[in-house]
Structures are given as C-alpha cells and as structure tokens.
C-alpha cells in the first residue's frame, strides 16, 4: 500500500533538536498510527515493542527484585496503565507477553534480571519473526548486532563491566542486506573517543549517525517501510528529548548548588546541620 498523503506531510526530523514536545511527539505518532492500514499498523507497534518489553520488565525487577527504575521508555503500543497492572489487563497485552507472563509467572522470583529479559526477549524474537515484514526482521537484525557492537566495545574498553547478555544472535532467516549492517569497524572508530572520555552526549550522537544510515536505505518513496522508517527515527527523536530533559533537569540543580555555594545560602536540596 501507499502513503502519498501521510509521508508528504511528515515534518523532517533533526534528532538532535529538542524543539518539539513529548506531547508534539505523541500526536505525530497517533497521526501516523491513525493513518496506516491495520496490518501496517500492527508492524508499526513491533517497533514500539521494544519499549513495552522494558517497560515490563522495570516492572517485574520492582516487584520481584525491589529494584526500581523510575523512568520508563518512551513512545509505547501499550499504555502504563496496563503495564503496571498486567494481572488484570491480559486481555490487552499481545500474546507473547501473555505467554511470557503465564509461563513464568512462579519463577520469576528465582530468576536473575538477566534470565527474565533473554527469556522476554526470546519471547519477542519468536512472535517477531511469524510477522510478514521484512524490515521489521531487519531492524531488528540491525538493532541486535549494533547492540552488541556497543556492549563489547564498552566490555574491552571498561573490562570490570559485564559481557553481553544475550548468549547468540537472534535467527532472522529473511533478511535485507544493507550497507549500515556492516559498519562495524565505523561504528567502533565513531565511538571509541566519546566513550573514552566518558562523553555521554558524543556516544548518543554517533549513535544517531547510525539511525539516520539505516533510516536511509529504506527510501522507496511512499512506501510503508519508509513510514516504519521514518518512526525509527521518531522513537529515537523521543530519547533524544528525554535525555536533553534529563540533562537540563540535573545541570539546573548543579547550577544552583554552585550559585548557593558562592551565595554561602544553603541549596534547597542541602541539609542544614
């Protein structure tokens, strides 16, 4: 099918710019979402999966593990709502969540964090794969080895951390070649200064490069992959703005400390002794 309306009005995205909102962003996407044919609009929310899993599971390392994440990823197909009560919301998860959840669900106190997500996300990768999308196979294919790409290179340079969790490369038999899956040697050489000088900023950027480079092999104009590649670029266009948020939210506090520091007034968040 083609999307010469909705792709003619997509406004370009800089992912490095913060200008637009979360909420700007919500209501990109539930135009998007809004506009797809049902079969399409079901691949879309593959792609927000990803998402839905961690969020799941920052919710199951809380009850199981008293491990809380207070941020949780976004865009997502499946409001928090419904994450966060999943007992009584099966029927409006997706059925592999439903299977996950049903055939662990005495065991995850016995599992390590690890163990819960490979088996969520074995979960994930066999309902992926019963889907008729080659770019959903694809991205994911792609996502899984720059993953792993960041993960040794962080391991050799830092080796105090863990190795990668994942214990084989997700089978992915249909597959589309495409030049940004063998860039590793570019990848590594792109991030080994930002993550040796510990630039947070630098690593999210060259990463970035990496989005836009898949993004771009995906350009048979008004295609359905192009609209699933333009929304790759969009969740990431959200962690971009979730991080500068973050950032200005702990520089701001920052900048009080020093400024109540020069003042000799105690900062609001300093206890007074």
């Known amino acids: ?42 691949f879309l929310n593959y792609l927000l999966h990803e998402n839905d899993n961690q969020n799941l599971l920052y919710i199951l390392f809380k009850e199981y593990k008293d491990f809380e994440i207070r941020t949780f990823n976004q865009p997502l197909s499946i409001p928090m709502e419904v994450l966060q009560n999943y007992r009584r919301s099966y029927a409006s998860l997706p059925s592999y969540l439903i299977d996950y ?12 964090m690890t163990e819960m997500e490979q088996n969520l996300n ?12 080659l770019f959903l196979h694809t991205y994911y294919a792609w996502l899984f080895q720059l993953k792993q790409t960041i993960s040794e290179l962080n391991q050799k340079t830092f080796p105090f951390l863990p190795t990668a969790t994942e214990t084989a490369e997700p089978f992915f038999p249909k597959v589309r070649t495409l030049n940004s899956l063998k860039n590793r040697e570019e990848v590594v050489n792109q991030l ?43 969740v990431r266009q959200y962690r971009w703005n979730v991080l500068t948020s973050q950032k200005n939210k702990d520089q701001t506090g920052f900048d009080q400390l020093i400024e109540s520091i020069k003042d000799k007034k105690p900062s609001p968040k300093m206890p007074v002794i």
């Open 1 to 42: 099918m083609k999307y010469y309306y909705l792709i003619s009005l997509l406004p370009t995205l800089d992912l490095e710019d913060d200008s637009y909102s979360l909420e700007q962003l919500d209501e990109l996407l539930d135009q998007i979402s809004s506009n797809l044919a049902d079969e399409d609009r079901e």
């Open 101 to 112: 959840l049903n055939d662990f669900a005495g065991t995850f106190s016995s599992m390590s």
């Open 122 to 133: 074995r979960y994930f990768y066999d309902s992926l794969l019963q889907q008729n999308c």
């Open 192 to 234: 080994m200064p930002s993550i040796l000088s510990g630039d947070l900023e630098g690593i999210e950027r060259s990463i970035n490069e990496r989005y836009r480079d898949f993004a771009n092999e995906w350009q048979e104009p008004f295609s359905a992959d192009q609209v699933f590649a333009y929304v790759v670029l969009l």
